[in-house]
């Protein structure tokens, strides 16, 4: 059995992207892993020789107050599945409540999480990511997922934390 590396968040903050980045669309064969359910996306990732499993979730939606309870219960399944979670935030958008109603169940969790700042490209990084240390999550890792700006950094903590 692989590590698990689960990508959760909010819609649109970019998970699919890096997802995909990281795997480069090699989607894991869902059945040689037992226990892992299909309901959600899973590949591959091969960092410097370490293997590990992706989770992609769907996020927690709903708009900003509500959420859509069964987006969230796959988002959870995936947390409970995971040896690290990748918490991404939109780094442009700024905190929302989504954010800290997702920041609240992980810590109830208390999985190993990292906070992945996405989408720095064109903010000022000293103002669009102070509103995140709020969070509580602890080690923030600011990404372009689109251009793989900060991927290597954070990858190489998350094997790190294995
Ligand atoms: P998901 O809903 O969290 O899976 O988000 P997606 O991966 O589908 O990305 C949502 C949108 O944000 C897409 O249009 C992506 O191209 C865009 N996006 C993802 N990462 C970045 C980034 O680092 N910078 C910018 N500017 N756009 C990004
Ligand atoms: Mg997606």
Redesign the pocket.
């Known amino acids: 059995m692989l590590p698990v590396i689960a990508l959760v968040?909010?819609?649109?903050?970019?998970?699919?992207?890096?997802?995909n980045r990281l795997t480069k669309s090699r989607d894991a064969l869902v059945a040689n892993y037992a226990g892992l359910t299909r309901d959600r996306k899973y590949g591959e990732a091969d960092i410097d020789g370490h293997k590990l499993l992706l989770i992609?979730t769907g996020?927690i939606s709903g708009g900003e107050e509500g959420i859509d309870a069964a987006m969230a219960e796959q988002s959870m399944l995936a947390i409970e599945e995971a040896d690290i979670v990748l918490f991404?935030v939109d780094s442009?958008a700024g905190l929302t409540p989504a954010d800290e109603m997702i920041a609240k169940r992980l810590r109830i969790r208390s999985k190993p999480t990292l906070l992945v700042a996405?989408?720095?490209?064109?903010v000022n990084p000293d103002i669009a990511l102070a509103p995140f240390y709020e969070l509580g999550i602890g080690e923030l890792f600011p990404?372009?997922?689109?251009?793989g700006r900060g991927v290597r950094t954070l990858m190489q903590r998350v094997v790190e934390g294995l």
């Open positions: 968040g909010r819609p649109n903050v970019g998970k699919s992207t890096l997802f992609d996020g991404l442009r996405n989408k720095v490209d064109g990404t372009t997922a689109t251009h």
